[in-house]
């Protein structure tokens, strides 16, 4: 199994942390090397990125009970040199960042996904104790929570923003387990849509775009939700979408409408950017297709979109699904739902 560690990545060096306990529980050979950190075309916001993953990694560490280092050990030894080695054999398996793992064709990223691969060696045979509890589960998103309240004063009301967008596995992995929240907190849902990166000027290559849809297709198995007949909605059946989703928000049919859409375009392979496609989507969104008519003539969506993505980045983020409870700092990643509902409990 090769570990890869860049060296200013703070998930490599919470990776490096449960590295020991690790290998004392599986018969694996573990070889760990250093790499430099993405590339532009992997990490275009390299700045946000850097100052993102420094406080996603220091409030994951404490939902684990974990310390965070500032470096990695002293073992790992990062010279110009195996930098470069690191750096090509990442290159040739296939991958991007630091904090993965790859093991016999598959890659893990950080201990957010380090349980799938404890589970396929306990599947092989290959842990040396009885169990199957890996050392760090996902978290679970709570749904059952209590009603909202019966009197609600409007000016401190709970409002959660979801910047999502119509071209991202990870929006439709988080939409009903996000409605399913802002409902059971009582809080306000916020649809702030914005244009899938390729679409503003970010590049994604290919080793990207692979890994995420191999692991959006794993994470989705583990929620229960159909994925992997795709149609790709990247330009006009994006624009399309989004014309329409920014009036059934106005209708009351947001929500709807971004499921309906995502599970379209990720699980049933509906092509969004044709008639039928869309009046199929927008159908069962409870949408009739003069509704559908007149949001496609309304190009006021454009605007919207760059409102919500100056928004998101002045939260420091800049890809989807993100979300915000009031006023706290904004949370990336459909799997960081778990301190969305940390912060809308404390809210």
């Not at 996603?56 to 409030?59: N, T």
């Not at 590049?203 to 775009?209: F, G, L, M, S, Y």
């Given at each position: ?7 200013q ?30 590339d ?7 700045r ?7 406080r996603?990694?220091?409030?994951l ?15 790992l030894?990062?010279?110009?040199q ?11 398996l ?24 404890e ?8 842990r ?5 509890e ?18 609600v ?5 709970r ?7 119509l ?8 939409v ?22 390729v679409m503003?000027?970010l ?7 692979l ?7 794993r ?24 014309a ?41 969104a ?26 998101m ?35």
């Open positions: 199994m090769h570990v890869f560690h860049d060296a990545d703070p998930y490599s060096h919470l990776l490096a942390v449960v590295m020991p306990a690790f290998a004392n529980r599986y018969r694996v050979q573990i070889v760990e090397h250093v790499v430099p950190p993405p532009a075309d992997a990490a275009p916001e390299s946000a990125l850097a100052d993102w993953a420094r996603d990694a220091a409030r560490a404490l939902h684990h009970g974990l310390a965070l280092p500032t470096a990695l050990p002293a073992n030894a990062v010279t110009p195996t930098l470069q080695a690191g750096d090509a054999l990442r290159r040739r296939g991958h991007y960042l630091g904090a993965t793992l790859y093991f016999e064709g598959e890659w893990y990223w950080g201990i957010d996904r380090l349980h799938y691969l589970a396929r060696l306990t599947q092989a045979g290959l040396k104790e009885i169990g199957h890996p050392l760090y589960p996902p978290p679970r998103v709570s749904s059952a929570h209590s009603a909202a309240p019966t009197t004063d409007l000016a401190r009301a409002r959660l923003t979801f910047f999502c967008s071209r991202s596995p990870y929006t439709y992995l988080a009903d387990r996000v409605r399913a929240l802002a409902a059971s907190y009582g809080a306000t849902l916020e649809l702030a849509f914005v244009l899938p990166m503003r000027g590049p994604v290559n290919q080793a990207k775009r890994y995420i849809v191999r692991d959006a297709k994470e989705a198995e583990r929620l229960n939700l159909p994925f992997g007949d795709i149609a790709d909605p990247v330009g006009l059946p994006t624009e399309r979408g989004l329409v989703l920014n009036h059934a928000i106005a209708a009351g049919c947001g929500p709807d409408f971004l499921e309906s859409f995502l599970r379209g375009v990720f699980a049933e392979g509906i092509d969004a950017g044709s008639q039928r496609g869309l009046q199929r989507i927008a159908h069962r409870g949408m009739d297709w003069a509704a559908v008519t007149r949001a496609l003539d309304d190009p006021s969506w454009r605007t919207l979109a760059q409102q919500h993505r100056d928004r980045q002045h939260l420091g983020l800049w890809g989807v699904p993100s979300f915000q409870v009031d006023d706290r700092p904004g949370l990336w990643g459909q799997d960081r739902l778990f301190m969305v509902e940390q912060d809308l409990a404390a809210a």
